[in-house]
């Protein structure tokens, strides 16, 4: 994931094995590996020609979010396990969560149902 979020293009099978020269790995392998992905819906791909051009489904901040949301979803308590992430941040971190907060808070201005509240940001905190 990390050579295709790095790329500005969608990359062939030979083109992510070439970025990959710390290990000694198969062109099967790496076919392998892009193809599981692409079935899990990771990475779209396309033909050209002969070959598929892979490039990411979502950018690295989107895939890591979801990462975020689905541990989130499997404690029994998400408000705990909220405060507990956020006592853990740094100060700056802990800054840019307030920012993204107070801009999301703005842009939602008109759009919140009566069953949100002011702490649903609709982050996909009303999730599961």
Partial sequence: ????????????????????????????????????????????????????????????????????LTALDQTGDRQAALTRFAKSVSGAEAEALRAALETLSGSDTGTNTGANTSTNTGTGADRG
């Fill in 1 to 68: 994931m990390e050579v295709l979020w790095e790329s500005r293009d969608p990359m062939t099978v030979r083109q992510v094995g070439a970025c990959l020269t710390d290990r000694d790995l198969a062109h099967t392998t790496v076919m392998t590996v892009l193809d599981r992905l692409a079935k899990k819906g990771f990475v779209r791909r396309q033909r050209v020609g002969r070959a598929w051009r892979y490039r990411p489904a979502e950018s690295r901040e989107a895939y890591v979010a979801e990462l975020m």
